[in-house]
Structures are given as C-alpha cells and as structure tokens.
C-alpha cells in the first residue's frame, strides 16, 4: 500500500527520460555536433535507432506526441522521401562502423503508413547499417490496425509491439476523442501473436476525466484478461496550455491529486496481484519478460522509451522531432516538417537542438537512472550540495528511500515518489512552474 504525502508530490517534475531533459535543449547544440558525435562510434558499438513516424489516421485529444492527420498521401511520400534521405546520410557518417541491434518505430503510429511502405522503409534501414538480425520493435494504432499489417509484421520479424489503449471505458474513450472497441484490441492481441510478435505492451492511463477508481479497475480486468506482457501505466498530464489539442477535454471533469495518487496505488496493487513485477514507476511486466528480467538483474536502463533493458550507449534518432543519445550529446531533429524535408533532402543532418553533457551531467545522469530503475544509487558526492539533505530529510522520514553509507535507494513504497526524488539531483531544476507534468 503507497501512502500519500501530497507535499512530496506538489512540485512538477520531467519524467526523465533522459538527463539533461528535453527542457535544457538549445540551438547550442545541433548537426555539428552530431556529425562529431558519429564520427566518434567505435566499429563494432552497440547502437539503437529510433524511427518517427509522425502520423496518426485520427487524432486524440489528449495526445503529446508530436504527430499529424496521416490524411494526405502526399505528405506521407514526401517524409517517407526525406526519411530514407536522413537514414543514407546518418550511415555514410557512420562509414559502416556501429552494430545496430535495436531498432524501434515509434510515433505517431507507424501504422499509419502502408505496409508495403513500412518493409521497405525496414530494407532501407537494413541495407544502410550494419546490422544482423536486430530486435524489432512497433508501436502501433489498433484503430488503425488491419490484417495486411499483422502479415506484413510477421514477414519483418517484429517481436515487440506496444498498443495504445488507454481505456476500456467506452465513455471515457468517447470524452479523450480515441474510441477503439474491446472487441478491437482482442483482434489486434490475436492477429500480432498468430504473427510471431511475441512481446505485446499496453499503455493505459489513468487520471482521465471522468475517470475513478472503479472504472480504472475494470479496465485494467480487460487487460489483464489480454494478458499483454507489459503494461505502461502512465497519469494523464492535462497541460492545453502546451497542447492546444487537449482544450477538447474537459478539464471540470478530472480527477484531483489524491484521486490520481489512488489510481496510481490501485493499479500497482491490482497488476502485481495479478503477477506483474512493478517496473521502475509505471511499468509492469510479466517475470519472463525481458523487462522483468534486466530490473532482478540490475540491468533496467531508462531512454526516451521508458523503461528499458537496452543497454546501447548509441541511440540515433531518425525522422522529424526525433531524438538521439550519444555519451557526450543529447539532439533533436528539426521538429518543423517543412525544414526537416529540406535539409534532410539536401543531405544533411537534421539535428537542430540539444545539450552537450559535461562530466557533471553524466554523474548526475546516472545517480537518476540508477534512483528510477531501483539501484543504489551512489549519491555521496552530492550530499554536501546546499538544502540537499534537508530536502531529502521528508523522503527519508517516511521510509519512502533509504540513504545508507553514500548510497541511496527509492523502497517499494516510494515508487511513486521516485520522479520528485530524482529532481532533487537535478541541477536544472530550480524554479519550473507548470512547465512539467506533476509528478503523480
Ligand atoms: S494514436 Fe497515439 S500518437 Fe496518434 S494521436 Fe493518438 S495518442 Fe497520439
């Protein structure tokens, strides 16, 4: 059972995703800086490419991805153009050195595309990298998921899928603007596993309006009934101020803090009941799956995906917005579509803003992975820090983390409190306001 100290979690907080954030990027960095960081991949490197697809057949209300209406064919041939643009570039830089291990398609929903055009976008990636038979990994649309592309699934050797699902609750669905029956997801789980893809994610939410404790539990019956071996359990960041999309819901109709912080407790209690590990702060997974695996082994890694097993040092982002992750340097691509498609088809690096890391950032970096994937976190150095122990005093207080010679861990009970504690290493963060999610 989690406790709720409603004082610990009033300030907003990244999710940290990465370290430095997204927040601290600027024009500082950018494709100089990506050409060098290439350059610098050593032969045989493990590497992970993130491919964006930035299109949706519909748009939800709620979404913060960087996506659009997939409503003209035109638009799609011509990023899919730039793409295959953008990819012959990044491997020329890399002159052949680098193994790709990974590869992810994420949106948007890569679903949007054809997928013919989804096999051939893999081959160009096939044949530009060096690369032997690397873990695939999609998300996908259910609403718009069809038999060719479960076919087309199985013919790539996609083993990972992860489906946005959000609610069961067809009111709920009705008032975030995504409705995609049960009887659709059911169809969507049976076709990906009767085509290989072996490892099936959902991502729910909850804190949605209109949403309480019991509807969050009845969806949550329908997907374990789906038995997904993963589920992402994330809290519905109602920010319209950032995302003009999300004016559509009505924000009357939300759930308060200590409602969201008894979703939160709910779904932690109802999945691991029901035999997931509890995955870092919002991710579950069934114990034979890989994630489950790497958490016991001390080897959870977390990157702009989440939660992660993934251990390459290389991430190279590709497509508009997308982001890569070198030892040295965080950058995005150009996120306007325009400017993308022109640069990446005059043969040029997209990167367009970012943060170099200094020792610092790596130092801190790894104090925040290790606090969110559940290590000990080596923290010495910082305890001389102004106001730092007497910020960590209220954590440790409560039982909430553990701080034992230099050495601090988050406890079972302070899962939910993992984001606000993190911040606390987090050199940037002084005074954000509403910058960032809160942190329930
Ligand atoms: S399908 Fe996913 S990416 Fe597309 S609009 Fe909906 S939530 Fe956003």
Redesign the pocket.
């Known amino acids: 059972m989690w406790t709720y100290f409603p004082e610990l979690l009033a300030r907003p907080v990244p999710r940290y995703t990465s370290y430095p954030t997204a927040a601290e990027f600027s024009p500082a960095a950018g494709a100089i800086d990506q050409v060098e960081a290439l350059e610098a991949v050593a032969p045989d490197q493990p590497v992970s490419l993130y491919v964006h697809i930035p299109f949706?057949q519909?748009?939800?209300w709620?979404?913060g991805?960087n996506?659009g209406r997939a409503n003209r064919a035109q638009r799609l041939s011509a990023y899919l153009d730039a793409l295959t643009a953008e990819i012959r570039t990044v491997a020329t830089r890399l002159g052949g050195r680098g193994k790709v291990n990974r590869i992810a398609f994420g949106?948007?929903?890569p679903n949007a595309l054809a997928p013919a055009e989804f096999l051939a976008l893999l081959a160009t990636l096939r044949d530009a990298f060096s690369t032997d038979r690397p873990i695939l990994s999609i998300e996908l649309?259910p609403r718009s998921f069809t038999p060719d592309w479960a076919v087309a699934l199985g013919e790539a050797g996609v083993s990972r899928a992860s489906l946005?699902v959000q609610t069961f609750d067809p009111a709920i669905q009705a008032a975030i603007g995504?409705v995609q029956p049960r009887a659709l997801i059911g169809e969507t789980v049976a076709a990906l596993r009767a085509n290989g893809v072996a490892s099936i994610n959902f991502d729910l939410i909850y804190g949605l309006p209109g949403q309480d404790q019991a509807g969050l539990s009845a969806t949550l019956d329908e997907a374990i009934a789906l038995a997904p071996e993963r589920i992402a359990l994330f809290g519905y960041a109602h920010v319209p101020h950032l995302l003009p999309r999300q004016r559509r819901i009505d924000a009357s109709n939300l759930p308060g803090q200590d409602e969201r912080f008894a979703m939160a407790t709910l779904g932690h209690e109802r999945l691991t009941a029901a035999g997931y590990e509890a995955i870092g702060f919002d991710h579950f997974a069934l114990p034979d799956d890989a994630l489950a695996r790497a958490q016991r082994e001390g080897r959870l890694h977390r990157n702009f995906q989440g939660f992660t097993e993934d251990d390459a040092q290389v991430l190279i982002g590709l497509g508009a917005t997308a982001i890569s992750a070198f030892p040295d340097l965080l950058v995005q691509n150009e996120k306007n579509s325009g400017r993308y498609r022109m640069r990446a088809m005059a043969g040029q690096l997209t990167g367009e803003r970012g943060v170099r890391r200094d020792a610092e950032d790596r130092r801190r970096a790894h104090v925040i992975e290790d606090l969110l994937c559940g290590r000990i976190a080596t923290v010495a150095p910082f305890l001389a820090e102004d106001g730092l122990r007497d910020r960590l005093a209220p954590f440790l207080a409560h039982g909430l983390a553990v701080l034992e010679q230099g050495g601090l861990q988050i406890t079972p009970g302070g899962r939910p409190y993992g984001r606000a504690l993190a911040a606390l290493f987090d050199r940037y963060r002084i005074d954000q306001g509403q910058r960032f999610s809160t942190a329930i």
């Open positions: 949706c519909e748009i939800c709620y979404c991805c996506t949106g948007g929903s649309d946005g995504r």
